[in-house]
């Protein structure tokens, strides 16, 4: 698994916790980075998944773009490759943009960052496209032959009803070109702590929905995928049968992967490491043959507890041929009230999150973690 990550957008969206800058200076410089440190930790082993994740991007040149593709190519074995994800925002996927991507043969899975269908929302978190952008970017991968396309949205947006979020489901679900929608993640917003979104609300200028609000967007999101033929695999995330993320399900399921970029983390499977998140300092270290990083050893109990938070957001839950033997009796015993609560099943490989389970999925492992 092989993550890069492109920390450059338009400009910052209100709600944004990830390491990003806004504007197009120094990317070129980056690019060439981001290329020298591919070629430093180049692996023989075969890549399964490649992800660009960011900020956005399909910020990116489609020549900036082939630059890192090439050099993919030329330092690590792509033979067995199954996955190539592009994040992408709606603005960006003109039909020139599109082909030429196209024409790469690398890329084979487009997610693009809708958030909303309703510009009154997408105004409210300082997206840039437009719900018109978001309908003909859709299209466009079509058109293209992009054939495996991810969108997300958000719930629990500011001053969103459940109707307003209903309507964005019905926008979809109306597409002319719904068929290549083989993927759908939708997050609950998250308040990032220094955030603009953070200050807004604190400030009294927006308000969020109600908790009871959020359980009623979810329960529309659940009966739609049903009608749609789209299945539960993690909490946020549903997919058409075959599609699932093969990367993000390789995160939840601990798989070691490489992250190259400003700010992109690493794991081996006991050590997580994380590069520099500053452009310059990026920049400036690898033009001195080094990446400035930070790392951490886990412990047996951090890679438990690890798993369990992971695990239990997936609809496969905890395997406990993956539990230490010296902790299975303890997490039996812990687990007993939420199997009586019905948010666990208990199987013969371990315990399963139920439907209500998934939605209390991170306050059932913090009350199982070993601490």
């Known amino acids: 698994m092989l993550y890069l990550h492109i920390p450059f957008c338009h400009h910052k969206c209100t709600y944004c916790g990830f390491y990003s800058v806004a504007g197009s200076r120094d990317r070129d410089a980056y690019v060439g980075a981001l290329c020298d440190e591919l070629r430093m930790r180049s692996s023989q082993q075969q890549l399964k998944t490649v992800y660009f994740g960011g900020g956005t991007p399909s910020i990116l040149s489609l020549q900036q773009l082939q630059r890192i593709v090439d050099t993919i190519r030329d330092n690590y074995d792509t033979s067995a490759l199954q996955e190539v994800t592009l994040e992408a925002n709606p603005e960006n996927l003109t039909p020139s943009y599109l082909d030429g991507l196209a024409a790469m043969h690398f890329v084979n899975r487009l997610s693009i ?9 997408l105004h409210r978190i300082n997206r840039v496209h437009s719900a018109q952008q978001a309908r003909e970017a859709i299209h466009n991968a079509a058109a293209s032959g992009f054939e495996n396309v991810s969108i997300d949205l958000i719930m629990g947006l500011p001053g969103q009803t459940c109707d307003d979020f209903q309507t964005n489901l019905d926008a979809l679900a109306s597409l002319p070109d719904v068929e290549v929608v083989k993927h759908l993640s939708c997050y609950e917003l998250t308040v990032e702590e220094g955030s603009i979104l953070e ?52 995160y939840w399921m601990r798989t070691p992967y490489l992250g190259v970029g400003a ?33 951490e050893q886990l412990s047996e109990r951090d890679a438990y507890n690890e798993y369990l938070m992971t695990a239990l957001r997936t609809v496969d839950g905890i395997d406990l041929e993956r539990v230490p033997p010296s902790l299975r009796e303890r997490l039996a015993m812990a687990v007993k009230p939420f199997v009586r609560q019905g948010l666990l099943t208990e199987t013969p490989q371990g315990y399963k999150p139920t439907r209500g389970g998934l939605l209390h999925a991170d306050g059932m492992a913090a009350t199982l973690f070993e601490v």
């Open 199 to 250: 200050r807004q609300l604190r400030m009294g200028r927006l308000a969020l929905p109600a908790e009871q609000t959020l359980v009623e967007e979810y329960g529309k999101l659940y009966d739609w995928c049903e009608v749609h033929g789209f299945e539960q695999y993690e909490v946020s995330n549903f997919c058409r049968p075959g599609y699932a993320s093969r990367h993000n399900s390789g």
């Open 263 to 295: 700010a992109a983390h690493s794991f081996d499977g006991t050590c997580r490491r994380w590069n520099v998140a500053d452009i310059q300092c990026y920049v400036d270290g690898t033009a001195q043959g080094t990446v400035p990083f930070e790392e």
């Open 113 to 121: 960052g809708i958030q909303s269908f309703r510009d009154d929302e």
